[in-house]
């Protein structure tokens, strides 16, 4: 299983960023794997954003940003809105088979790269 984001960039506060995560994985296989989204600041832990399955979605950023799936495409999607330069982060998705929906970093099996993104005030 890989991951790869993209999507990130450098927005002025207040701006919209869609992160995408693209999975690789056998075919008809993307849907039993629930996706997660961490950021991790300069200096900071990784922490949880959100996460998704089959059935429920968990966003530790309410009302800001949401998180969605296509199974179709094998992606996984963040919306930002509004966003603050507290947001300025390395973005990651991660991936683990199964349907719980983990907060803990140690929750997932697969992790992408990384996308940064940047917000300017």
């Known amino acids: 299983v890989q991951l790869g984001e993209s999507g990130g960039g450098s927005v002025q506060a207040g701006g919209s960023l869609t992160l995408s995560c693209q999975v690789s994985?056998?075919?008809?296989?993307?849907?039993?794997?629930?996706m997660g989204w961490f950021r991790q600041a300069p200096g900071k832990e990784r922490e949880f954003v959100g996460g998704?399955?089959?059935?429920d979605y968990v966003d530790f950023v309410k009302g800001r940003f949401t998180i969605s799936r296509d199974d179709a495409k094998n992606a996984v999607y963040l919306r930002m809105n509004s966003l603050k330069p507290e947001d300025t982060a390395v973005y990651y998705c991660?991936?683990?088979?199964?349907?719980?929906?983990?907060?803990?970093?140690?929750?997932?099996?697969?992790w992408g790269q990384g996308t940064q993104v940047t917000v300017s005030s």
């Open positions: 991660a991936a683990v088979r199964g349907s719980l929906i983990s907060s803990e970093r140690s929750g997932y099996q697969y």
């Open positions: 994985v056998r075919p008809l296989g993307f849907s039993a794997y629930t």
């Open positions: 998704i399955n089959q059935t």
